[in-house]
C-alpha cells in the first residue's frame, strides 16, 4: 500500500517536467513535417506553387500545409532567405519554445528546446 501511495504522488514538478517534454517532442515532429514541406515548395517551380529554390515569399507555415496558430501551439517564422529560415514553434500548454533551422535540404541541425522559465 506504501509502494502504491509513492507511485501516485509525484511532486508537480516532475508532472510538469513531463508536460513539457511530451509538448516539446510534439513541437519537433511537427518542425520535422514542416521541414518536409518546405523542402517540396524550395524545389518546386512557381507555376506549380513552389519557390523555385527561394524561401523569399514565404510568410507563414500555411504554405506547407500547416495551421500557424491553433489551441495546441503558434509557429513563427522569422530570418527568411533564399535558402532557409528560423521556425519558432510555441506550446500553448506549458509555453516550452523549440527554434529549428530549416533549408531547402530540410532541418539543419537538431532543434533547440528552451523550457519556459516560470509555468
Given amino acids: 500500500m506504501v509502494i502504491g501511495s509513492m507511485l501516485t504522488s509525484k511532486p508537480e514538478t516532475e508532472t510538469d517536467d513531463m508536460m513539457t517534454q511530451s509538448e516539446s517532442g510534439f513541437l519537433i515532429q511537427e518542425a520535422n513535417y514542416i521541414a518536409s514541406g518546405a523542402v517540396i515548395y524550395w524545389r518546386k517551380p512557381i507555376a506549380l506553387g513552389g519557390g523555385k529554390k527561394s524561401f523569399l515569399k514565404i510568410k507563414d507555415v500555411s504554405i506547407f500545409g ?11 517564422i522569422s530570418n527568411v532567405t533564399k535558402d532557409g529560415f528560423r521556425l519558432t514553434s510555441i506550446g500553448i500548454l506549458t509555453g516550452v519554445k523549440v527554434i529549428s533551422q530549416i533549408s531547402g535540404n530540410g532541418l539543419v541541425g537538431t532543434p533547440v528546446v528552451e523550457n519556459p522559465v516560470n509555468r
Fill in 66 to 76: 500547416v495551421e500557424p496558430i491553433n489551441t495546441i501551439r503558434i509557429h513563427q
